[in-house]
T-cell receptor, first 112, second 114 residues
Framework: DQQVKQNSPSLSVQEGRISILNCDYT??????FLWYKKYPAEGPTFLIS?????DKNEDGRFTVFLNKSAKHLSLHIVPSQPGDSAVYFC???????????FGTGTRLKVLA | GAGVSQSPSNKVTEKGKDVELRCDPI?????LYWYRQSLGQGLEFLIY????????KSGLPSDRFSAERTGGSVSTLTIQRTQQEDSAVYLC????????????FGDGTRLSIL
């Protein structure tokens, strides 16, 4: 049972426009969510996170939105840059546990 | 500063051989994780260490897989009698002990079983 789902395996966006990556989860016990970015042949790097007590967290060009009632979160990148081209993973965890559950990733391609 | 280091970066071996993968976490990080990423898949949790202890080994795919951590630092993941379905990228991550601290990943070991 896939508790964290990224239903879009790939996304292409024009440089300068907004990229929106989506993530859905099924476990209502998750209370902390993270986004990671992964370049080929490298490990994932942490991008941004959000606690379930918030519905938005912003860091520069990156904003994560959380809709708890819909069990949905999204990552907005604006403006998108060619260097943002990578695979993006969302992950979720429940407080008091150690096990992060990752989605299958979305490959973002930003076209120059 | 030094990040998480994994070795080897690539390993090609014949079916049936044993392999050992190594992870050097960031100094001072007490939590260490192993994940596996098969082609087109997400990150599959394998095992978690808190210090030298592994509270949960249920993510290990079979009894051919084992892992240990010594001195609260280096960890090794051993796969015995490798099978072709073991081919994947094996990722190690570490984090500090505090709740919700993001994991720092190594670049992984790409394992190919012929």
């Amino acid at each position: 049972d896939q508790q964290v789902k990224q239903n879009s395996p790939s996304l292409s966006v024009q440089e300068g426009r907004i990229s929106i990556l989506n993530c859905d989860y099924t476990n209502s016990m998750f209370d902390y969510f993270l986004w990671y970015k992964k370049y080929p042949a490298e490990g994932p790097t942490f991008l941004i996170s959000i606690s379930s007590i918030k519905d938005k967290n912003e860091d520069g060009r990156f904003t994560v939105f959380l809709n708890k009632s819909a069990k949905h979160l999204s990552l907005h990148i604006v403006p998108s840059q060619p260097g943002d081209s990578a695979v993006y993973f969302c992950a979720a965890i429940t407080s008091g546990t150690y096990k992060y559950i990752f989605g299958t990733g979305t490959r973002l391609k930003v076209l120059a | 500063g030094a990040g998480v280091s994994q070795s080897p970066s690539n390993k090609v071996t014949e079916k049936g051989k044993d392999v050992e993968l190594r992870c050097d976490p960031i100094s001072g990080h007490t939590a260490l994780y192993w994940y596996r990423q098969s082609l087109g898949q997400g990150l599959e949790f394998l095992i978690y260490f808190q210090g030298n202890s592994a509270p949960d080994k249920s993510g290990l795919p079979s009894d051919r897989f084992s892992a240990e951590r010594t001195g609260g630092s280096v960890s090794t993941l051993t796969i015995q009698r490798t099978q072709q379905e073991d081919s994947a990228v094996y990722l190690c991550a570490s984090s500090s002990d505090s709740q919700y601290q993001p994991q720092h990943f190594g670049d992984g070991t790409r394992l190919s079983i012929l």
